[in-house]
């Protein structure tokens, strides 16, 4: 190939590329030609299309001299070319006259829109003027301001003269830069600025502001704001309007200094003075006055009603209703604000202030010599730890429910209520949560009866029952006019329910129960004493028939008060006599089932009565403290029984003997004891004293140093009844101990109950942690005993081994040494 045949083909490459990249820009425009020019255009790009490729082939017919007329492939091509150029040609054309006819629609739009502007220029230029005129004839400073720089835009006269300004030395300036002296816009203490509040929220807004002009003159003005809204409703400019009120302000500044000069003499009085006028209203009041009615300011009360809070309408003779001439002094109730009545001492004087008669009230509170009355009266007629009537009070109120009772023929009863546990509560948790239990069985006691419908019945006839507390645990409860007998019984039913719910004292959970008496007018007396009596005799029935229950009076009952207080007689004659015992029941190893110690019991043969079961005598003795004789008498007898045994020759095995709350609160216990063993020539390790974990409990500090002082004896110590006392573990390790008796509450379930079984585990491990024996009370069966040996328990004490026997019956068992059980 030769290099010419090589140019050319070079630039019909490079041709046809620049033919392409124009035919893709104008696919690229092909969206914007107008739709009549759309088909001359396509028919163009087809043209050049063609007119291309005939180029093309002519090209190819000359490189590669292919046999074809080269006249007929020069007359297709100039063909092509003579219709390319007839469309552009007429394309050119009627683009030339639609350019034309736009131009001309383009100028006469141009003519019209101009002649608009002119109007409207005029128009603006008149609204312009007129608002200008109105603006500046208004009395009140008024200025345009824009938001985006809060810059001043137009001024009215009235502006210019308040600041000292001319127009052109206002406008352009910042607002607060005129008004405060600062560019910055309104701080504390001008929080409240209306401009700031009205660009924000696009709503009026108003407030007071305080200015200097240039000359140092303050002046006071009441400052209004409202939006100017663009095209597009959002605030572009806030009209800020200013009105002069210093005549005004000044004016009522000197009326306010001899006000508040007069309102300082008022406040300095030390009680309330309020001034009435003739029209009953309020017109001033001094500090002390509007402490004591709840309000903070004098404008609060000016002009108020007086009769709606100084003089309820339930108080007659009011001098104030009367605007009495005379000088009155009187005791009144004041209504407060909250709705609160006061006690006051009112004294009222007519006076004149500038020929208007008027009344000068001083008002002092007299709540605290009220109250001091009410105390007084409180004292005398309630209980002061529950808020109940006591006694006194009682005795009253059961009067006069009798006087009605009478009167309409109808029942009456009164319930004598007792809590049974309520010593060992108050011994175990003390009396400060004793007081809380009493306090919280008063509220069950007062809603129980309120719930209960004989009550409610009674209440909707007018008649009264009330709840008393007589004292200590003791608690009164009086149903007046019941429609029967049985309806003491649904109220009392209802009590021992209410009662039976857990307590919560202190983060522990306590339960107490109740025994309650009933005694029922007019069949069980028809006096208050004879009521009261016989309700009491009734509760201790309830007490002995097992606690937790309740009982009506019975003629039979007396019988056996008469009983109890025959056998407090006796119980006092017993030691004298010699008709106290000593039983004695062994411990017993449990492993081994050796014979390892033994318990002294307190028997009781009466001379006519037999044998007197523990149950009946021993709380006797603790109630009117014959416990501490009696208990001395045993500690003697059983040393002496323990030292019989050594000098017979049998082996030695500790006593152990129990000791009454009583007795282990007695300051000379450990001189006692010491002389008792002394007497009996035993020795100190042979005697083993048992105290309740609820008499350590009581109080454990004190519990802890007389124990130690009982150890430096040489005694053993054990705790009695444990689980049930609430024992602290902080006191218990401190305590100097040998021994812990699980209670036989415990073991009694302890093979079929999971949760006694834990809590028996839980003590042997407590115990083995502080290392002290374990001692189950009130094994009955082998299985029970097999229990408690797997739980780890050391020792028993029961029933399976032996029931307490005479010291005569014990001798075999201490000579043997070794029990076998089913005793």
Known sequence: MSNNTAISILLVFIGAAFIIAALLAARVTWSR??????????????????????????????FF?????????????????????????????????????????????????????????????????????????????????????????????????????????????????????????????????????TAATGKPASAEHVHHRSSGEVIYSEITTSPILNELGVVSQVVHVSRNVTARRTAEQRVRRSQQMLQAILDSMPYGVIIIGRDKRVRSANQAALTLMEYATESEVAGMLCTNSLCPADHDNCPILDLKEEIDRSERILLTRSGKKVPILKTVVPIE???EPLLLEAVIDITERKQSEERIRFLAYYDSLTGLPNRTLYKELLSRALVSARRHGRLMATLFIDMDSFKRINDTLGHSNGDLLLQAVAKRLIHCVRESDPVARAEEDGSCSAVSRLAGDEFIVLLSELSHANDAALVARRILEDLSAPFQLSGHEVFVTASIGISVYPLDGEDPESQLKNADIAMHHAKDQGRNNFQFFSPAMNSSALDRLTLENDLRKAVERGEFLLYYQPKVEVGTRRLVGVEALLRWKHATRGMVSPADFIPLAEDTGLIVPIGAWVLRAACEQA?????????????????????????????????????????????????????????????IAALR???????????????????????????????????????????????????????????????????????????????????????????????????????????????????
């Open 643 to 703: 030292k019989a045994w050594q000098s017979a020759g049998l082996p030695p095995i500790p006593m152990s003997v129990n000791l009454s709350n009583r007795q282990f609160r007695q300051k000379d216990l450990t001189d006692s004891i010491t002389g008792i063993l002394h007497a009996a020539a035993l020795d100190p390790r042979h005697l083993e004293l048992e105290i309740t974990e609820s008499t350590i409990m009581q109080d454990p500090d004190n519990a």
């Open 709 to 823: 002082r009982l150890k430096a004896l040489g005694v053993g110590i054990s705790i009695d009844d444990f689980g049930t006392g609430y024992s602290s573990l902080s006191a218990l390790r401190k305590l100097p101990l040998d021994c812990l008796k699980i209670d036989r509450s415990f073991v009694t379930h302890i093979t079929t109950s999971a949760d006694d079984a834990a809590i028996t585990s839980a003590i042997v491990a407590m115990a083995r942690s502080l290392k002290l024996t374990v001692l189950a009370e009130g094994v009955e069966n082998e299985d029970q005993l097999a229990t408690l040996q797997r739980l780890g328990c050391d020792q028993v004490q029961g029933y399976l081994f032996s029931r307490p026997v005479p010291a005569e019956a014990f001798l075999p068992m201490l000579a043997g040494g070794k029990l076998r059980g089913g005793g």
């Open 33 to 62: 030609v107008p739709g009549s020019l759309r088909v001359n255009w396509l028919t163009i790009s087809y043209l050049m299309v063609f007119f291309v490729g005939g180029y093309l082939v002519f090209d190819v017919v000359l």
């Open 65 to 197: 001299r292919i046999p074809i007329p080269v006249e007929l492939v020069t007359a297709v091509v100039f063909f092509g070319g003579a219709v390319f150029v007839f469309i552009i040609t007429r394309l050119a054309s009627r683009t030339i006259v639609d350019m034309s006819a736009a131009e001309l629609r383009l100028v006469a739009m141009n003519d019209g829109l101009e002649q608009r502007v002119t109007e409207r220029t005029r128009e603006l230029k008149k609204s312009h003027d007129f608002t200008k005129t109105v603006l500046n004839s208004m009395a009140d400073a008024i200025s345009i301001v824009g938001i985006e720089d809060f810059r001043v835009q137009g001024v009215n006269r009235v502006f210019q003269e308040e600041f000292g300004l001319g127009e052109g030395e206002a406008i352009g300036r910042s607002c607060h830069a005129i008004t405060h002296g600062s560019a910055v816009p309104c701080a504390p203490p001008h929080d409240a600025c209306p401009l700031l509040e």
């Open 353 to 355: 202030i500038e020929g």
